[in-house]
């Protein structure tokens, strides 16, 4: 008779695991459909609504890492940059590893000027060895070691990148990294073969035009500032890229 009480004994609390396990189930359930109908708001840039979705899948469940990046990104896009904070801040507590929230948390902190604490969440992303996309990171730090003048940093960072060999666009904005960090140092003519070598992987490149333009005009070839000005304006004719160039080929007639 014991075993028989004994077997009970141990059935009662497997069933009440498995009923738990349910419960557990749903709630991850109903806390995903929150999520994925935020992300539905988000592409439709609809973000009130999201956000209202995002809430409701960590009301439900707390631990829910991916509700707090989009949370997060939420904020961000909105401009509130301290409530973003806190949103990845909660993210990379719940996973430390989560490469994505600290990089985008450097950004963040970079849009508040805190620009050692986002090279700290930049390097931070780029601890985990299995993260698919480290470029991301190198490029932001490139970016804001030249915001700080830290040109020597800044090169190492691109270079990084330009290794990596990731998609075009990044490419791209490597090289025009490369090219703004050498012309602020001085060097005109490995600024000029970096915002060409922009050019060529995305001939779309406004910015990458414009630099090019200010570099030939240090150099003193005014025909060729021209030519990069007036692409410029041909590519993008309403942005301020193209009414700064505008000025100078009106300067130069």
């Given at each position: 008779?014991?075993?028989?009480?004994?077997?009970?004994?141990i059935?009662?609390?497997?069933?009440?695991?498995?009923?738990?396990?349910?419960?557990?189930?749903?709630?991850?359930?109903?806390?995903?459909?929150?999520?994925?109908?935020g992300?539905?708001y988000?592409?439709?840039?609809?973000?009130?609504?999201?956000?209202?979705?995002?809430?409701?899948?960590?009301?439900?469940?707390?631990?829910?890492?991916?509700?707090?990046?989009?949370?997060g990104?939420?904020?961000?896009?909105?401009?509130?940059?301290?409530?973003?904070?806190?949103?990845?801040?909660k993210?990379?507590?719940?996973?430390?590893?989560?490469?994505?929230?600290?990089?985008?948390?450097?950004?963040?902190?970079?849009?508040?000027?805190?620009?050692?604490?986002?090279v700290?969440?930049?390097?931070e992303?780029?601890?985990?060895?299995?993260y698919?996309?480290?470029?991301?990171?190198?490029?932001n730090l490139?970016?804001?070691?030249?915001k700080?003048?830290?040109?020597?940093?800044?090169?190492?960072s691109?270079?990084?990148?330009?290794?990596?060999?990731?998609?075009?666009?990044?490419?791209?904005?490597?090289?025009?990294?490369?090219?703004?960090?050498?012309l602020?140092?001085?060097?005109?003519?490995?600024?000029?073969?970096?915002?060409?070598?922009?050019?060529?992987?995305?001939?779309?490149?406004?910015?990458?035009?414009?630099?090019?333009?200010?570099?030939?005009?240090?150099?003193?070839?005014?025909?060729?500032?021209?030519?990069?000005?007036?692409?410029?304006?041909?590519?993008?004719?309403?942005?301020?890229?193209?009414?700064?160039?505008?000025?100078?080929?009106?300067?130069?007639?």
């Open positions: 008779m014991y075993w028989k009480r004994a077997m009970i004994w059935l009662i609390p497997l069933c009440t695991a498995c009923g738990m396990g349910e419960a557990q189930l749903k709630k991850e359930k109903e806390a995903s459909a929150h999520y994925k109908l992300i539905s988000l592409n439709d840039n609809l973000f009130q609504k999201a956000f209202i979705e995002f809430q409701k899948a960590i009301e439900i469940d707390s631990g829910y890492r991916d509700a707090y990046y989009a949370m990104h939420v904020h961000f896009m909105q401009q509130s940059y301290s409530e973003s904070a806190v949103s990845f801040r993210a990379v507590t719940i996973d430390a590893k989560f490469s994505d929230a600290h990089n985008y948390l450097g950004k963040v902190y970079e849009a508040q000027g805190k620009f050692d604490q986002a700290l969440e930049y390097e992303a780029l601890k985990n060895p299995q698919d996309t480290p470029e991301k990171p190198h490029l490139g970016l804001v070691y030249l700080q003048e830290k040109y020597d940093q800044a090169i190492r691109f270079q990084n990148v330009l290794r990596i060999n990731p998609s075009g666009e990044v490419m791209a904005v490597a090289n025009n990294g490369l090219g703004r960090t050498y602020q140092m001085g060097k005109i003519k490995e600024a000029i073969a970096s915002y060409q070598e922009a050019i060529r992987i995305a001939p779309s490149y406004v910015d990458a035009h414009l630099n090019l333009a200010s570099a030939y005009l240090k150099e003193g070839s005014k025909g060729l500032a021209a030519g990069s000005f007036k692409k410029v304006v041909d590519l993008s004719p309403q942005s301020p890229q193209a009414k700064e160039a505008q000025k100078f080929l009106d300067a130069l007639r």
